[in-house]
């Protein structure tokens, strides 16, 4: 229905004008944004990957214990409990410890949720929404007892398929599990490393994004510069009121101590860009052209203001004033759009089709881009007219260098200025514009912040997986290891028969998990800059992080498998 009023409207509009459309989206997305949103989902993905390595983790743990109370469960069934009651003990085992662990978790989150809104950037899409309300605890309990219910299931069908008569052979000693038991727990540990690396991979690529980002030149330099946003009270109704009460402001904030320059632009972080036919003159002639740029009123000392560099002709000066020609200073991505591999520096454009009745603005200067929109968005055509030729807007941001490190230390100073030339005129978002600037970088900080926490609780937890599995696999295998070296193994050859079963679980878990990783890089591609989804740089630190790690843990069961004395793990038999 809204493509059909818009081709109503494009039929409406002079020739110049058409082929615009209308775009249409939720309200929630509008909201929060289709990057925050993406964010979120990567997030909670994040969060369920380390939900189940836990998981993972647990089952492993309780199928071992499950093989070592076999005795147990097996002198219960002689003593007549059927299997269906054991079943039950093993279920109501595992809810009631991941009832526990629930309650304690939720407990845990309580203390989370307010580090975050404490320390969250304030950028974060309704930020102070997030709190643990009803909802979120009752799927942390009905979680808590799917969770338990598969802990307990797990063990439950492992005893159900072994034989629960006890055996005489065994002389009290617990039995070992069986192969689909072993072959359950190996399982377990590569889709714990699996998981692992796929978090890590997509940490490392956040963080390689988030480097690239905070290394762009803004265009302008942001340190020492104060901004205050400044509106002209109701009374000054009049544009050129307006423009002599921001001279005059300006002028007063230049004789305070310590003030370098100071500069007046509408909005420097909202450049409001819009499409539009332009015509530009060339040297060849004339040629209109549909250009999507921004255009702002500053003023004279703008530009030296927050620093940015002039690459061509002028700034603006005194003699730019309202009865001499038009003039404007561009940037250089309206310099290479449109005139490519020529100075623009004297040439006129105008607003419109040629034939239009809009004045001529002859280009005085080209200063560098400046990502208004933050460093992730590339800069797009601006240009910038005098404040003294344009009537200027109600509200204006005033941008102060100082020669203080602490721009903030001058605010009183500069507010009393303000004050001495209308004392009516509202002040207000007085802040440094480094710390504005910020702002853009830190919602991008804080979720690689957290996905690198999740990431690295995900190591260490595939990495203790590892580490009981080799564990327990040398407690169960003490009489196997004795009787190779009694036969002639050296304690050298245990050592990297142990670490080899280790490494070659982590290895398959590195596979699938950097398959896993490619996967998830293409899928929030959206997220990254300057850095590719299939990044080598990652993938080979990652890879060799995670390697490092599963030797690590498995060195210290493997050197405890070559300290066992023969004649001792013989005497067990």
């Not at 034989?163 to 727990?185: M, Y």
């Not at 850095?531 to 405890?560: G, H, K």
Request: aromatic share 6%; glycine share 10%; proline share 6%.
């Amino acid at each position: 229905e809204m493509s059909a009023v818009a081709r109503r409207l494009n039929d409406q509009l002079p020739a110049a004008e058409r082929n615009r459309g209308i775009s249409v989206v939720p309200l929630t997305l509008y909201m929060v944004g289709p990057q925050s949103r993406l964010a979120l989902w990567m997030l909670g993905g994040t969060v369920f990957c380390v939900f189940l390595i836990a998981a993972a983790n647990v089952t492993s743990l309780s199928l071992a214990r499950s093989v070592a109370r076999a005795r147990e469960m097996a002198v219960r069934a002689a003593l007549g409990a059927s299997a269906g009651r054991i079943v039950r003990q093993l279920l109501t085992e595992g809810v009631l410890l991941a009832a526990v662990s629930g309650l304690i978790g939720s407990l845990l989150a309580s203390v989370g949720v307010r580090l975050i809104r404490a320390f969250g950037p304030g950028n974060l899409p309704r930020l102070n929404e997030i709190n643990l309300d009803l909802r979120v605890l009752g799927w942390a309990l009905a979680i808590s007892v799917l969770a338990g219910t598969l802990l307990g299931l797990a063990p439950a069908i492992a005893t159900l398929r072994r034989d629960l008569r006890p055996s005489g052979e065994e002389g009290g000693r617990s039995v070992s599990g069986g192969a689909a038991t072993r072959r359950i727990r190996r399982g377990l540990v590569v889709a714990d490393f699996a998981l692992a690396i796929v978090l890590l991979v997509g940490a490392g690529l956040l963080v390689r994004s988030w480097w690239y980002v905070n290394s762009i030149d803004p265009g302008f330099r942001p340190e020492r510069v104060l901004v205050m946003e400044l509106s002209a009270p109701p009374t000054f109704s009049i544009p050129a009121q307006r423009t002599d009460l921001y001279d005059r402001v300006l002028e007063t904030i230049q004789a305070v101590p310590d003030v370098k320059n100071a500069g007046i632009i509408g909005d420097l972080f909202i450049a409001n860009s819009r499409e539009q036919v332009v015509t530009v003159e060339r040297d060849d002639g004339t040629v209109s052209e549909r250009l999507r740029f921004a255009g702002d009123e500053v003023s004279a000392d703008f530009f030296k203001a927050i620093g940015t560099p002039l690459l061509r002709g002028r700034f603006f000066s005194i003699g730019d004033g309202p009865d001499a020609p038009p003039v404007a200073i561009i940037n250089d991505a309206m310099a290479r759009r449109s005139w490519p591999g020529h100075d623009p520096v004297g040439k006129r454009f105008k607003l419109g089709p040629r034939n239009s009745d809009n004045r001529w603005c002859t280009v005085v200067g080209v200063v560098a881009d400046m990502r208004r929109q933050g460093p992730e968005r590339e800069p797009f055509p601006q240009m910038f007219v005098s404040l003294a030729q344009s009537p200027p807007p109600r509200s204006m941001d005033l941008f102060i260098r100082t020669s203080s490190d602490d721009p903030m230390a001058m605010a009183g100073a500069l507010r009393a200025a303000v004050r001495r030339v209308e004392k009516n005129a509202p002040i207000y978002g007085v802040a440094p514009l480094e710390q504005q600037f910020g702002t853009y970088l830190a919602q991008r900080r804080f979720q690689t912040s957290l996905l690198i926490g999740f990431s690295i609780v995900a190591l260490l937890m595939a990495a203790v997986g590892i580490y009981g599995l080799i564990q327990y696999s040398i407690v169960t295998r003490t009489q196997e290891i004795g009787i190779r070296m009694a036969v002639g193994a050296g304690a050298g050859e245990i050592f990297r028969m142990i670490l080899g079963e280790g490494l070659k679980l982590s290895l398959t878990g590195l596979m699938l998990g950097l398959l896993g990783a490619l996967w998830l890089g293409q899928a929030g591609s959206s997220l990254l800059f300057g850095v590719t989804p299939t990044d080598p740089l990652t993938f080979i630190v990652v890879s060799l992080l995670l390697i490092a790690v599963a030797v690590a843990a498995c060195c210290f069961p493997a050197r405890r498998a070559m300290e066992i004395e023969p004649i001792v793990a013989l005497r067990q038999e």
